[in-house]
Every structure is written in structure tokens, then in C-alpha cells.
């Protein structure tokens, strides 16, 4: 600024400013304006205007709601009568002989009542569905002559989906469905069913209050072994899925750093004069770094299989490439003066290198690592996916019989508790680790003496 | 050393308590390596265990797929040139994916960094909300959120982008703000004192200074997308990750696709890598005009 020559004709000046103006108002105009082609480009190139046609907003309402809500199955099997309750018309999840929830009647005739006046009776060859402001519905199963459905009076109206061989209701209380073989109440609830202890436990619909006078007077085994055990939610397999991920991060990242270190010695410029070898392993870095953690994931589960072992290693090699280009430019920046105090001392060569050259690359060492174990931890999630080990695996499976949207849920909020809590751990240990790396901007934000961002 | 009374202790006594001192920073070193050391020892010992195939086995075999496809590569190499065309929409696809959720990730970065720094943000009682959104969308694995977008809105680019793009803007919403904390506040005050809107403080006041270093991260930004693209073609997002899985479940006869695959992602992500280092240097060094 200062540097402008004063002695310049005004006009010229002024010439020179607009010449500056208008680069400025190029950049400043042309710079969103190129943004926003590009963005339109992507656009058309990916096809977003047909994505609305093909997206399946049937399959984004399910997932929704069943994220959040459970529905309990009410099953008369028509030709030997007999009626199950099931959660999620599971297995795991039925009730046994003779328990039913309170609102499932059982015996000659099972009356369902999905409250507000919905009642549905299982007769012996009638179903019969009261809907209030509507009137009843009737419907008679048969192996020959299909379902015969007897209606109130009038059109049929559009939550009511009849054909020869199937009924189907659908409410705001439930749904039921009439077929041939079967006919199958749906109703649904809020929350996430039998998440601390399935039917079969005697501890299912116990208080916690209740649970901890249990648990004082010498259960407290048994509960815990029927909550780990939880065929529904399988606590027991999702811990160490997500121990496996960790173990993922924690190994990959921490071999990747004893690796990695002696290699960048030989990749550094100060330690070693051999040019040729230099170079050599320096090419071996990019290589591991560029082939890339898909890659190795893809070779390395070929050799091994799938597994947590896999995934430490595909994250060992490509951190490998990484930290030996980060390590190496740090031991480049060693001050000199430090070595030669050292060696001026008498120190020997692996002295020099303990006493002259460890400390000062420490820091540079251990925030880095610590940095990506946090990012491995969501890698190490990532390659399970890929290669079958951890909470990604289960997470895919999971996804994958597209109808156990709760527990894709459950393990969406442990990942993102798992992540938050290994970056909060590694930011807490470098703190504890290098003393002298306390951040200081926020806080020099915060001193009183700042002058208050507020116009007087 | 309080106790003046009792006199200077002697040249022994200092010695003896340097000795001492550096004896239990010995030990407490020792106790900590081997500690490190058997806590690594058990940790790839239970993953050993929990892997289908063992290490020792699965050692030997390391090199063996890599060499059946590079020698099937190589006796088909004549189409190798074909396959490299053939390949060349996915691998743009794959680009274009990382750089438009870069692009919309920075967006929304910028807007969460500037939210949730002190001096800037509009609402500062809102500072910790954004603050804790960032981290959440920054906690979130890419894959988690395209696995349940794609099946919503069935396979293609989109549900890639935008997974990538969530997790960018968390990724850059905090080294965004870690930028702002470091800028002056005196361009915005002036701002203020004319009169200026809160969109015209930021952006004539703030951007111009972080401008830079906003690009530089993003650049980098951009690297790792392009490696997270290519991840998420794997479980069926489109682009090369895609046609990789692809010729790979269709095993041996289509090695030398898979091998064309392999070289355009090496290729493509040792470029990006040599050219955003270029850029991100000049960036940050200023420019050598």
C-alpha cells in the first residue's frame, strides 16, 4: 500500500483503481457464478430431476417410523385356529404360552382392543373389525371360495384395499390383514420394544426401581446375564462389534506410527545422505498413500479374510504412507543446535538421536497420532462395512434385511457416540500428553480486556 | 527449598536427588512401554483370533491376488487402453461426486463456523447448538448416511453426495471456526458502524481474511472425498468404486477391468494429492507473482 509511486498523474491513479475494481468485481461475481454452473452441471449429470420419480418415499416412511416404533403382531392361523402374539412378528420376539399382552383377550374368541373403540374379533369363522363413525366389517375366510367380506353400506372407502383373495384395513390404531391362510393384526407402538430383556425373561416389564431391589438381593447376575443376552438387541455382540472397531483404530493407527518412524528417518534429508534410497522410500509413501485404504481393504481381506485383523492392517499400511510423510518433514525441521549440544557432551549416536532428536519431534509424533486415531475410528467403521468386522458389519447387516430399522437406528446413535467419545479421549490425552499445546485462541477471546464486539 | 534455615544442601544431596528423580522417571518410562507394548501384543492377538483367516497363514497369501491380477492384466494388456476409456465416465462420476459435496459441505461450513464463533455469530446464545451440530455431522461416518439414503432413493450419485456433504460440513464447520477465532474483528466493527447487515459483515468483513485458509482446507477436503467417493461406489453409490465391485465379484476373466480400475483411482488420487499440495502451498505462502 505504502509502496504506490506518488508521483503518478491522478488520472493515471484513478485509471489504475477502476483497473483494480473491476478484477475485484470479476473475482467477486465470477467466482459464485462458476460455482453455481458446476453445481447445475452436477445437477443434470447426476440426474437429480428424476430422483424424485425413483425415489421409494414408501421405503423413507418406514424407515422413519419404524426407527421409532415397534408394532406387535396378532396372527390367527386359519385352518388350525390357533393365535400367537409375536413383537415384529418375530421369533424372538413372541410371547410364550399363555402371556399376552393386556390388550389381546385370548381364548374362543380373541378380541383385540386397539383403544378409541377399534375392536377386532377373531371368531371361530368370522373376523369381525369395528371401526368407529364407520360400522363393522366382517370377513370370512375360506380354503375354496377365497375371503368373503361383508361391508357397511355405501362405496368402499379408500383405507380399505378388497380383492378376492385378501383384505386389508389399514387405521390410525392398526391394520389388519385378511388372507386365505391367515389373519394378522398390526398394531403399533412408540419406542423400542424388549431393548432391556426379551419375553422369555422374568424380569420383562419390571421398573428399574424394582430391578435394583432384585438386583441388591443377590439377582443382579441373572439380570445382567438377561440383558446381555437379549436375542432382540444382542448387547453382547454389539459391544464387541464396537470393541473390534476400536481395536481396528487403535492398532492400525499406533502400527502405522512404529512403522512409519524408522522408515522417515531414511526419508529424511538430514538423516540420511543416500540420495537413491532416499528417494526410494520416499516413493514408497506415495505409493501406500495413493493406492489407497479401498484398495488395501479389497487385497488384504483376499489374504486374510474378513475380520478385524483385516481392517487394522489396511489401515496399518495406508497411515504407514501417510505418517512417514508427516514424520519426515517434521525430523527435516529438527534444530541442529540441540544434536550438537548433545553430541558435544560426548553422546553416542543412538544418544544423540534419544536426547537430541525424539524430544522435538514428540509433539509433532503424538498429536498426530492421537489425531488419527480419532479419524481411523470412523474408517475402522467405514472398512467393516466393507470387509465384514465391527459395528460396521452389523450396521450393513442391519440395513441390508431392510426391515430392522430400529436397530440401524440404535447403532447409528452408538457410531456417532463412539466417534464423539474417541475424539473427545484423543483431544483430552494430547492435552494431558504435551503440556505445552493448550490451545490459546478461544481463550484469548474470552479475556476481560478484549474490548466488547458491541458499539458504545 | 523453603526452609532457608537449614542451609544450602550439599553438592551430594543434589546429586542424590537428580539420581533419584531420574531413576523413577526410568522406571515409570519402563512401566509405560511395557505396558504399551503388551497392550498392542494382546490387541492383535484377540483380532487375530476374531479374524476368519490368521496372520501367519494369511502372510504368505498376501501377494497372491495382487500378482493374479497384474498377470491377467498383463497378458490381456493390449486392452488395457480400452478399459481405461471404457472406465472414464465412473471415474468422473467419482469426481464429481467428491467435488460438488466438497463445494456444498464448504457452503454450509462456512455458515456453521461463522454461527458458532464468538464475535460473529448472529445469536451468540446459539454458539454451543451449532457447535454441537458440527460435531455430530462431523461424527457421523459417510457410509452410515448413504447406506440409508440409498435405500430411500435407490442407488446412484446422490445419496453419496449428499452423505459426503454432511460430513464435510461438520469436518470444515470446525477448522472453519478455528480460522475465524484468528481474525480480526476490526473489519466488522467498521462494517457495523456504517450500517452493515449481518450477511454483508461476514462477507465483506470476514471472508476476505479467512478466504485462504478456507480454501486450503477445503482443498484438502477434497483429497479425502475423492478417496470416501470412491469408497462409497463399493456399496453401491455409482462411479469407479462401483465398477470395482463389479469386476471383482465377477473374479478371475475380468482382472485386467479390475486392473484398470486400480491404476485410473491411483493415478487420479496421486494427481489430486501433487496438485492441491501445489495450490495449498501457494495458498498459504502467498503466491510467488
Redesign the interface.
Known sequence: MSTFATNLPTEALKAEADKIFVRKRIVNFGLPILVLLYLAYVFFAFDVPSLYEKASWKNGKTLVSDSYSYKTHVTRDNRSGEVSVAIEGERKGEYPEGMSPEWVEMGETTVIDLEDGYIVTFGLDVIEFDVPNYGVIRATPDRRKGVQAELPAGDVPEWINLSKNRLAVTTEAGRLTVTRNRAEVFRYFTGWELFWFTLDSPYYGKGPGELMGLAFAGEAGAIWNDFWTNKMWRHQDVAWAIFETILMAFLGTLGAGIVALPLAFMAARNFNPLGPLRFGVRRVFDFVRGVDALIWTVVLSRAFGPGPLTGALAILVTDTGTFGKIFSEALENVDKKQIEGVQSTGANAPQRYRFGVIPQITPVLISQLLYFLESNTRSATIIGAITGGGIGLLLTQAIITQKDWEEVAYYIVLIILMVMFMDWFSGWLRRKLISGDVKTPRKRKGDPKAKPFVLP | MTDLSAGSPSVADIRDDYSALVQRKRVYGGILLILFISL?AA??R???T??????VD??R??L???TEVLSEAWEKVALLPGHLAHFMPALI?TL?IA??ST??GAVLGTFLSLLAT??MAPWPALIPVFRRIS??C???????IA??LI????G???PA?IAIAIHTAGALGKLFS?VN??AS?KP??GL??VGASWAQRMYLGVIPQVGPNYVSYALLRFEINI?AS??LG??GAGGI?YE?RNS?SWGQGRYDEAAAI?IL??VT??LV?QLSGVLRNRLTHGAAS
Open positions: 498392542m490387541g492383535f484377540t483380532a487375530d476374531r479374524n476368519a483367516g490368521s496372520f494369511g502372510w497369501r498376501i497372491d491376488y495382487p462420476e464429481n467435488a460438488a463445494l456444498i464468538r464475535g460435531d455430530i462431523r461424527a457421523i461416518p459417510e457410509i452410515v447406506l440409508v435405500f430411500v432413493l435407490g446412484g450419485p446422490v453426495m478455528e477465532e484468528n474483528l466488522v466493527e457495523q458502524s478417496r470412491a469408497i463399493f456399496v468404486g470395482l471383482m486400480f483411482l491411483f488420487i496421486v494429492d
